[in-house]
């Protein structure tokens, strides 16, 4: 992995574990990881059983399923894996995937950008979960949490966000005439309402029922054709 990051002209800090509880400390003691490379098969714990343990504190993380067999399909796809990949790895093909990965879901030049008291701020797209609109304050709710709040507003018309974010490759769902969500933080749909990784469940409004069925069926055909 050392070899293909360098080719890529990558810095990155790399881990490897020996077992998936290993790697579950590993997350306890330093936080959340940015990709994750999980055989299936291993002592102890199984890949599914550690990724779902991982789901359960971060949907951000990409997930990535190293394995030699099929019938873990549907499984892999529950806990929202990023894409699977057969043994004998190689080292093209693990280098194609890699900088698919870094070119797709870290770009950070994908930031949205706004003032406060004075203060300019910018924060990448991958990290936040929802704009909420309160008359013409706009909340942000992010995972970033080593800033001193990962809450922050500003003033502004909900329409001037959702037209600045569609310009990014990162789909945003209006979820109501309040709410801006992100779909990597949704951890169940249901025909009224949503349900975030931090618990927050959002009504769906009328307007905007139709708009997120279509992106849920479309992710979910999108993952069953990856």
Same mark, same amino acid.
């Given at each position: ?12 800090? +790399?881990?490897? %574990?020996?077992?998936?509880? $290993?790697?579950?400390?590993? =997350? ?5 990881? !940015?990709?994750? @490379? ?11 059983? +550690?990724?779902? %343990?991982?789901?359960?504190? $971060?949907?951000?993380?990409? =997930? ?5 067999? !099929?019938?873990? @399909? ?90 600045a ?23 169940e ?20 029922k ?17």
């Amino acid at each position: 992995m050392h070899e293909v990051m360098a080719g890529l002209s990558k810095n990155a800090r +790399i881990y490897c %574990f020996l077992s998936g509880e $290993d790697l579950l400390c590993e =997350i306890d003691i330093t936080g959340n990881m !940015d990709i994750i @490379f999980l055989d299936v098969e291993m002592m102890g714990m199984n890949g599914i059983e +550690i990724a779902r %343990f991982i789901r359960k504190k $971060d949907t951000r993380v990409v =997930i990535v399923f190293v394995t030699g067999y !099929d019938q873990y @399909f549907q499984k892999m796809l529950e806990v929202q894996s990023y894409t699977v990949i057969k043994k004998p790895l190689q080292k093209t093909a693990l280098q194609e995937l890699m900088a698919c990965i870094l070119n797709t879901r870290f770009n950070f030049h994908d930031c949205y950008s706004f003032s406060y008291c004075k203060r300019y701020y910018r924060i990448p797209l991958l990290k936040i979960r929802f704009f909420q609109s309160d008359r013409r304050v706009i909340h942000i709710s992010t995972t970033i949490e080593d800033m001193l709040s990962n809450e922050h507003v500003f003033y502004g018309k909900m329409e001037e966000v959702q037209e600045a974010v569609n310009k990014a490759d990162i789909k945003f769902l209006r979820v109501g005439k309040s709410f801006l969500v992100n779909p990597l933080f949704i951890m169940e749909y249901s025909a009224n309402r949503i349900t975030l990784d931090n618990g927050m469940i959002l009504e769906i409004s009328k307007k905007y029922k139709k708009d997120v069925k279509k992106y849920y069926l479309l992710s979910l055909k999108e993952k069953i054709g990856g």
